[in-house]
């Protein structure tokens, strides 16, 4: 389901070796992870638009930004085929819709055009028909979604125009940038992480974007009450993401362990497609002190 960039504080970057996965979305540890979400439609011929992934954390210091540090990157950048219509969404409403993560500070009331509403950041969206669905549902509630696949944001642009929502928001590049450069402190209503990138080989695990150090920075941009909600069907890293979670001092977590499937969160087409193969979904839901 997931595309995604994150947790890895997610300064010379280390790239992704070569045969690294695109972003899968995870399995139980006797399957393989659920597939790559297929791009749908006819396919265009046209030049994919520009899907940069941010400025190096080496350049943060230019931009505004910290110092530079060493960091392992939590995505690979993937764009896929896009079709027409996907293609044709993101070069017609990119400029009202997208912006680029660049380092620079954000005013999330300036970018939503109301200063009041509460917004929440979601780190990797996939096709976008979560985000949609839980932007229909709850108008009341900005919906800030960060992802590097290019056919992934020109389908989730053409679900905003067809389903008029005005309540959201997308962000090309690393979350990571976007979070220690761009928001300010008790910024956010909420986080949610929804399939990232299980990274199963142990020599990758490095790479999983829910690590101590990203969820330390993700939740200092939380308002007091903001709700943290992670999904994964990779068993290993659910297990993980209870340990770091648990570990970190100003989260609670909601549930005795896992949480039951929350209503609010959709299922997705190719969620049903694992869960029909045997995947099991762990929903991890921790409130910010």
């Keep these: 389901m997931s595309t995604t960039p994150i947790a890895a504080p997610e300064g010379a970057r280390i790239e992704p070796p070569a045969a690294a996965p695109a972003s899968p979305t995870g399995a139980p540890a006797s399957t393989a992870p659920l597939p790559t979400e297929p791009t749908e439609g006819p396919v265009s011929t046209a030049p994919l638009p520009a899907s940069p992934t941010g400025p190096p954390a080496s350049t943060a210091e230019a931009t505004g930004g910290t110092a530079p540090e060493q960091r392992i990157r939590s995505f690979h950048p993937r764009r896929g085929r896009i079709t027409v219509a996907q293609a044709d969404a993101h070069e017609r ?29 979601e780190i990797g969206f996939g096709m976008g028909e979560a985000t949609a669905g839980m932007a229909s549902a709850a108008p009341e509630t900005g919906i800030l979604g960060c992802d590097v696949h290019t056919p992934g944001q020109g389908n989730l642009l053409g679900m ?37 990138d299980p990274w199963p080989k142990k020599r990758h695990h490095k790479r999983r974007l829910i690590q101590p150090g990203f969820v330390s920075l993700a939740v200092s941009r939380l308002v007091p009450g903001a709700l943290v909600h992670c999904a994964t069907d990779w068993e290993p890293y659910a297990e993980q993401m209870l340990e770091v979670l648990g570990a970190e001092p100003t989260l609670k977590n909601l549930h005795d ?5 929350p209503a609010f969160r959709p299922m997705t087409k190719f969620e049903r ?3 029909k193969k045997g995947h099991i979904v762990h929903d991890l839901l921790f409130e910010h002190l």
Excluded: C, H
């Design 160 to 196: 905003i125009e067809a389903e008029d929502l005005k309540n959201v928001r997308i962000a090309n590049g690393d979350a990571f940038v976007l979070l220690r450069d761009m928001l300010p402190p008790a910024s956010l209503a909420g986080l949610r992480v929804y399939f990232p």
């Design 257 to 261: 362990g896992y949480a039951p499937r």
């Design 93 to 121: 409403l990119w400029p009202t819709y997208g912006l680029e993560v660049d380092g620079r500070p954000l005013d999330l009331g300036e970018l939503f055009g109301d200063p009041d509403l509460p917004v929440v950041l």
């Design 273 to 275: 497609q694992g869960i």
